[in-house]
């Protein structure tokens, strides 16, 4: 669905009025999603989806999600954690994976920072460089 330069505006809008402290206000968006649900203004429907898109990468940039090898052990995973939330603040989520596939090393993503330390994606470089 194609979103209007209007819905898009207002979408911006209500997002603007959810944050508070320079935090997402929960509560508020369900109000704000309850309310535009009930009273349907014109292109409601590209105005929820434009702000359903905001909130996602919002959320997105408070989630890490950290990729390894191998199990971190929990002295790691608190270290890591720590980094995290010294650099993106203390709301920041995580979540850890075990990816073999990386050989070594890990891989972490926050919203679209990517940080990547895999002994896979460092053979892959070599490689290109050979080529």
């Not at 850890?96 to 994606?121: A, C, E, N, Q, Y």
């Amino acid at each position: 669905m194609k979103v209007s330069k209007d819905a898009l505006r207002h979408a911006r809008a209500l997002f603007q009025s959810c944050a508070s402290e320079g935090k997402l206000d929960i509560d508020r968006v369900k109000m704000i999603v309850k309310r535009v649900g009930e009273e349907k203004p014109r292109g409601y429907l590209g105005i929820l989806t434009a702000f359903q898109r905001l909130i996602r990468l919002d959320l997105e940039k408070r989630h890490a999600i950290v990729e390894s090898a191998e199990k971190l052990s929990d002295d790691l995973k608190d270290g890591v954690l720590k980094d995290l939330k010294a650099r993106y603040g203390d709301d920041v989520t995580s979540e850890f994976k075990v990816v073999p596939d990386l050989l070594g090393g890990m891989r972490v993503r926050v919203g679209s920072d990517i940080w990547d330390g895999s002994v896979k994606t460092r053979l892959d470089q070599l490689s290109q460089a050979f080529s």
